[in-house]
């Protein structure tokens, strides 16, 4: 594992066999946290939704997947999360989240399945294949402000940059002025803007073009 001298955590792959299972409950609750309000919806509530999110983080097909995931690992817990992938395998992905969806049982009990649906559905365009999409960036509430999501989408973008990957997309709320705001300094700039007529939230597609 390679150490982190800045913060003093180290950066775990969580792609590689010898990482411990118990890191994964501490990763999953950072996914979470990321978007709770949107996975509330997906799944029914809090509870469920952790539970369906650590059979998605353990589902290689998953865009969600842990196997995806670098985290920067305080102890045997996770302080923050970036999970990446290219542009073809996040499209996939996502079709098999809909379809995990579909199947999952606290989908089919609720009521208002078709909500949750129509919330999973893209209103953004589709990530090209030659694009590398940063699908989630999440960081601890007691380790927020020491740069750590900077850290993170560094982090990611080397990890893309290492399979070939120049160009770099990531899906943000538009409310979420705090995240535009990191990424915009990072050099992503808006590209497209869509509303969910389900949830109401907008949306913003950013991306980043490493130059070099």
């Known amino acids: 594992m390679q150490s982190n001298t800045f913060t003093g955590l180290h950066i775990c ?48 097909t998953s865009e969600y997947s842990i196997l995806r995931a670098t985290g920067l690992m305080h102890e045997e817990s996770c302080s923050g999360i970036v999970i990446g992938l290219g542009g073809d395998d996040r499209n996939d992905c996502h079709r098999a989240d809909i379809l995990a969806l579909l199947k999952s049982g606290a989908f089919r009990k609720r009521s208002l ?32 402000g020491h740069g750590l999501g900077k850290q993170l989408v560094q982090i990611s973008i080397a990890n893309g940059g290492a399979r070939g990957y120049s160009r770099f997309r990531m899906d943000v709320r538009a409310d979420n002025t705090a995240a535009r705001r990191l990424y915009a300094a990072l050099g992503f700039v808006p590209i497209a803007e869509a509303a969910n007529p389900i949830t109401g939230w907008t949306m913003l597609a950013m991306q980043y073009e490493h130059a070099g």
């Open 113 to 144: 399945s078709q909500v949750a649906f129509e919330a999973l559905r893209d209103s953004l365009p589709p990530v090209p294949g030659d694009v590398y999409y940063i699908r989630t960036v999440s960081v601890a509430s007691n380790w927020r």
């Open 13 to 60: 792959r969580f792609c590689e066999a010898d990482q411990p299972e118990n890191y994964i409950p501490s990763a999953v609750r950072l996914i979470y946290e990321a978007a709770f309000d949107y996975f509330d919806l997906l799944f029914g509530g809090h509870e469920e939704a952790l539970e369906e999110l650590t059979l998605w983080s353990k589902r290689s």
